[in-house]
């Protein structure tokens, strides 16, 4: 049975948020002002209907909006949705107790999203492609995807179901990667086990039809039309199959800028958990960078995409999981400078032993304001001053915020031994 909810805030993942006698109870689609008629479950609700409206309700874009689980926050009016991404950020560094200056929200979504995953999966002999329900394994059948790229918007969804269908003997729920490139579209197929020949022969004409840039089955490529390159700064790189990419063009470049600023008189500077080298190649037009990555695929793609390029410094590169070995305090000794960009995870270990070391500037990129307000914590007990964090929102109407931290250690900073930090917690944190 519905019953009627004031909303006061929002919360972390753009959920309305109504106090009541039992606790907060978290209302989606909901915004603050709003009252609501909501079927509760627990601490959660169904929103059934918006009984009085806030001024900060718009229209959604997208026809696929409250039904797909793609997008949280097409119902908030510009002004409040930047207000919402910028609080996500000062919550979880209040809830560390840390204070610096954070500034406005940087717009990074630009021309949209250039890779998407897309589900795949056999219902009653009929192949569905879309993205999953909120909160749910129901899967959303779609056609168009407006937060794309205009490559993607409706050629993303179209090449996912044609190689979906395919496949489709194999009766197999799939993931299908799509990533927009220089080139044309670059697609990874996860789920399906090892192809038989008739398989990979339709696969192959599939690819010509649609003209795919490569077509890769977990990482292994079946069919190369053209190099799927990306441009980095000056070079061009051509990523492994399923590589980790920055998700929007502009906020890879945002993000680059931000870092650049931050390195800028450095003369050596080592890029942790560097990737493909969005950042690295393009330090490399004024120092000598020291690149390390686990995985050995992306930094190949690097040092090829660096030799290819001209006017570059010297770019070395370390295959190495920081996570199990981080660089210790006297290896970081060499750098002017380091920048590191981990998974959402955070870099704990990595941090401690920057924390240890005597590198003065620290740029710290994150896609998650709890691990980053963590890592932070124990580099600031470590001596460093954070300076200054800015968010780049290129993740647009999704609860995901990216940032950049810029630390720096005052010269007559006295090193010590840093006291164990607790962990902020990653998850939903109302405000």
Same mark, same amino acid.
């Given at each position: 049975m519905a019953e009627r909810l004031v909303v006061e805030r929002l919360g972390a993942r753009g959920d309305g948020v109504a106090e009541t006698e039992g606790g907060p109870v978290y209302v989606p689609y909901a &915004?603050?002002?709003?009252?609501?008629? /909501?079927?509760?479950?627990?601490?959660?609700?169904?929103?059934?209907?918006?009984?009085?409206?806030? =001024?900060?309700?718009?229209? =959604?874009?997208?026809?696929?909006?409250?039904? $797909?689980?793609? $997008?949280?926050?097409?119902?908030? /009016? @510009?002004?409040l949705y930047a207000g919402w991404k910028h609080g996500i950020v000062a919550a979880a560094l209040a809830q560390a107790r840390i204070a610096t200056q954070l500034d406005p929200v940087v717009d990074g979504h630009g021309?949209?999203?250039? @890779?998407?995953?897309?589900?795949?999966?056999?219902? %009653?002999? +009929?192949?569905?492609?879309?993205?999953?329900?909120?909160?749910?394994?129901? &899967?959303? %059948? !779609?056609?168009? $995807? =407006? !937060?794309?790229?205009?490559? &993607?918007?409706?050629?993303? =969804?179209? /090449? /996912?179901?044609? !190689?979906?269908?395919?496949?489709?003997? *194999?009766?197999?729920?799939?993931?299908?990667?799509?990533?927009?490139?220089?080139?044309? &579209? %670059?697609?990874?197929?996860?789920?399906?086990?090892?192809?038989?020949?008739? +398989? @990979?022969?339709?696969? !192959? *004409?599939?690819?010509? *039809?649609?003209?795919? *840039? @490569?077509?890769s089955l977990h990482g292994d490529v079946v069919v190369e039309r053209r190099p799927p390159a990306i441009g980095m700064g000056s070079a061009h790189v051509v990523p492994p199959p399923g590589a980790f990419l920055q998700a929007t063009r502009a906020g890879e470049a945002a993000l680059a800028a931000l870092v650049r600023d931050a390195c800028a008189g450095s003369r050596r500077i080592g890029d942790l958990f560097a990737g493909c080298g969005p950042f690295a190649l393009r330090l490399a037009e004024f120092a000598e960078v020291h690149a390390v990555e686990a995985d050995a695929g992306s930094l190949g793609a690097l040092d090829r995409g660096w030799r290819g390029a001209t006017g570059l410094r010297g770019v070395s590169t370390e295959t190495r999981d920081l996570f199990r070995r981080p660089l210790l305090a006297p290896e970081l000794a060499r750098f002017d400078a380091v920048v590191i960009d981990p998974p959402r995870a955070g870099a704990e270990a990595q941090a401690r032993q920057l924390a240890r070391s005597a590198v003065p500037v620290v740029a710290s990129v994150s896609c998650d304001a709890g691990t980053f307000a963590r890592d932070a914590a124990i580099l600031i007990d470590g001596g460093y001053a954070l300076t200054r964090v800015t968010p780049v929102d290129q993740f647009k109407e999704s609860p995901h915020v990216e940032l950049v931290g810029l630390f720096r250690r005052p010269p007559s900073t006295t090193r010590r031994r840093p006291r164990p930090v607790e962990p902020v917690p990653a998850g939903p944190v109302a405000f």
């Open positions: &915004l603050p002002g709003e009252t609501v008629s /909501a079927e509760r479950d627990g601490g959660r609700a169904r929103l059934v209907a918006v009984d009085v409206p806030s =001024p900060d309700r718009i229209a =959604p874009y997208c026809p696929y909006f409250g039904v $797909c689980g793609g $997008c949280a926050a097409q119902h908030m /009016a @510009r002004g021309t949209g999203r250039r @890779r998407i995953t897309f589900h795949a999966r056999l219902r %009653d002999g +009929e192949v569905r492609v879309g993205y999953m329900a909120a909160r749910s394994h129901e &899967l959303v %059948d !779609i056609a168009v $995807c =407006p !937060i794309a790229e205009p490559a &993607l918007k409706t050629a993303g =969804p179209e /090449a /996912a179901r044609s !190689i979906a269908q395919a496949l489709a003997r *194999a009766k197999k729920p799939l993931d299908v990667h799509v990533t927009a490139t220089d080139a044309g &579209l %670059d697609v990874d197929v996860r789920g399906h086990g090892p192809l038989q020949p008739r +398989e @990979r022969e339709r696969l !192959i *004409a599939q690819a010509g *039809a649609l003209d795919l *840039a @490569r077509l």
